[in-house]
């Protein structure tokens, strides 16, 4: 994996993310009375549907990046060495278990996002 | 509650005697004028001759005695008791990170493996001139900061990232000595030097904490130097990939 990739993923996703927040807080400010109607009827524009898809794949990926970061760091046979020579012999297993762990439920969340919004 | 006593708190292990590292605690007259840490150990060595530290030069050129003092790490050489004391205690502890060999004396393979990795000499295969290679005071101005690194630990044994892949994350020194060859105009192998660094931990994991800025005793900026690399990087199209093997 490029390292740069890997780091421009995660530094232009947040930044991303916050341009997100700010078009919904505008959205949220530029409105005199905000009610179900007002707030159903913003949301299920295409365009914003279309925008808040492409946000949660970035939170994801955000996030994944920020796990795969702390399980890399914590979750190695040396870092895990020093609470247990016998669960470091385990690290690679572990490490392993944690990615998919959350790479699975990375997916789930994700899925279940565009279920709510598409469907 | 120590009056004119000094309590130091001395990280202690003898590999050969000690099952498990212990702190040990030397209370002595507290010293009429300002020391330095390094001449509060030559006095604990006069009571106690089993005390082993590194030391050289004692004017902080060496790098030799680069220790965690009161949780801070810095040269012994050039830290004045003053400045680091608190309730008339001192604690001494070897350089966090690194496999301690007795004492204070820390095994520092892992810190010049990496200093190895990045080839920290000149690289320029034309033709040498008579005398020398020749910089433009401008370009020479751009090693200003980095060449006076004295490679005492300091900053990589602060750095939690270093702590953790000590193998694959080249750490803030070995960074600052990997920009000091890049910045000069006399070294030609810029693309390989990026390419070498290009993975996801040689430079990467560096997230600027600035451990290493606070702690130099030097008042050196490495992560100056790592935001520099990062963005040759950027601008180097050239990143090779490389697999986890964590």
């Known amino acids: 994996m490029r390292g740069s990739l890997i780091w421009n993923s995660q530094r232009y996703s947040s930044l991303i993310i916050l341009c997100y927040l700010v078009y919904i807080a505008s959205f949220i400010i530029s409105q005199d009375e905000i009610n179900f109607f007002s707030w159903s009827n913003f949301f299920l524009s295409f365009e914003v549907r279309f925008l808040t898809s492409f946000i949660f794949i970035m939170i994801v990926v955000h996030a994944y990046i920020g796990l795969w970061t702390v399980g890399t760091d914590y979750l190695t046979s040396r870092t895990l060495g020093f609470l247990n020579k016998s669960i470091a012999k385990r690290a690679k297993l572990m490490r392993n278990t944690y990615f998919f762990t959350f790479g699975f439920l990375g997916i789930v969340y994700l899925s279940s996002i565009l279920y709510i919004i598409w469907l | 509650m120590f009056g004119n006593k000094l309590q130091v708190n001395l990280y202690r292990y003898n590999p050969e005697e000690d099952k498990f590292p212990y702190m040990k605690k030397y209370v002595i007259e507290k010293p009429k004028r300002d020391i330095m840490i390094l001449d509060l150990l ?16 004692r004017e902080g050129v060496c790098g030799s005695d680069g220790m965690n003092i009161n949780g801070k790490n810095g040269l012994a050489c050039i830290t004045p008791i003053s400045s680091v004391v608190k309730r008339n205690k001192i604690e001494l502890r070897p350089l966090p990170g690194l496999p301690v060999i007795r004492d204070l004396v820390v095994d520092m393979t892992e810190f010049y493996a990496q200093y190895e990795k990045i080839k920290p000499f000149l690289q320029n295969e034309t033709t040498a001139p008579e005398q020398e290679r ?10 200003d900061g980095l060449y006076e690194c004295i490679l005492c630990a300091c900053c990589s044994t602060s750095c939690p990232s270093f702590w953790w892949n000590p193998d694959k994350f080249v750490g803030p020194a070995a960074l600052l000595q990997a920009y000091r060859f890049l910045a000069d105009s006399r070294d030609l192998k810029t693309e390989e030097r990026l390419e070498a660094l290009s993975d996801p931990f040689s430079v990467y994991r560096c997230h600027g904490i600035m451990n290493c800025v606070n702690v130099c005793p030097k008042g050196l900026n490495p992560n100056k130097a790592i ?5 040759m990087l950027h601008k180097n199209k050239k990143d090779i990939i490389v697999t986890d093997g964590v």
């Open chain 2, 134 to 143: 020749l910089q433009s005071p401008e370009e020479r101005d751009k090693l």
């Open chain 2, 227 to 231: 935001g520099e690399i990062k963005s």
């Open chain 2, 42 to 57: 030559h006095l604990l060595k006069e009571e106690d001759q089993s005390i082993s530290y590194r030391r050289s030069c």
